[in-house]
């Protein structure tokens, strides 16, 4: 699976920004579908994961500093996953990439299978 990662930009604080991942060569329908983020100087993290479709529903996971403000979704039918945020802080600041794990969501980017290019999200205070 290759991905690539756009919508990143320079935002104010308290606005929004929604991140896009686009997926090609293969589908994402069997793949739990992740977003982490690499500050300067800090480690990667995780931000959101969303677990494949069991039976109508999908599980999203969120790390403790975005839950609330952001939103993770994905369209199998078009091979996307999505990040929407909002009300972003100047400490979102971050290269901001998607990734392909397997079926359930995990926080440790150790274990994802596929990586895509990163975006950069600027928040400006």
């Known amino acids: 699976v290759q991905l690539q990662a756009s919508g990143g930009g320079v935002v104010q604080a308290g606005g929004s920004l929604t991140l896009s991942c686009a997926a090609s060569?293969?589908?994402?329908?069997?793949?739990?579908m992740h977003w982490f983020r690499q500050a300067p100087g800090k480690e990667r993290e995780f931000v959101a994961g969303?677990?494949?479709?069991?039976?109508?529903?999908?599980?999203?996971r969120y790390a403790d500093s975005v839950k609330d403000r952001f939103t993770i979704s994905r369209d199998n039918a078009k091979n996307m996953v999505y990040l929407r945020m909002g009300t972003l802080k100047p400490e979102d600041t971050a290269v901001y990439y998607c990734a392909a794990g397997s079926t359930v969501v995990s926080s440790n980017w150790n274990v994802m299978n596929y990586w895509g290019t990163g975006t950069l999200v600027t928040v400006s205070s």
């Open positions: 969303i677990s494949v479709k069991s039976g109508n529903t999908y599980y999203a």
């Open positions: 060569g293969r589908t994402i329908s069997t793949y739990a």
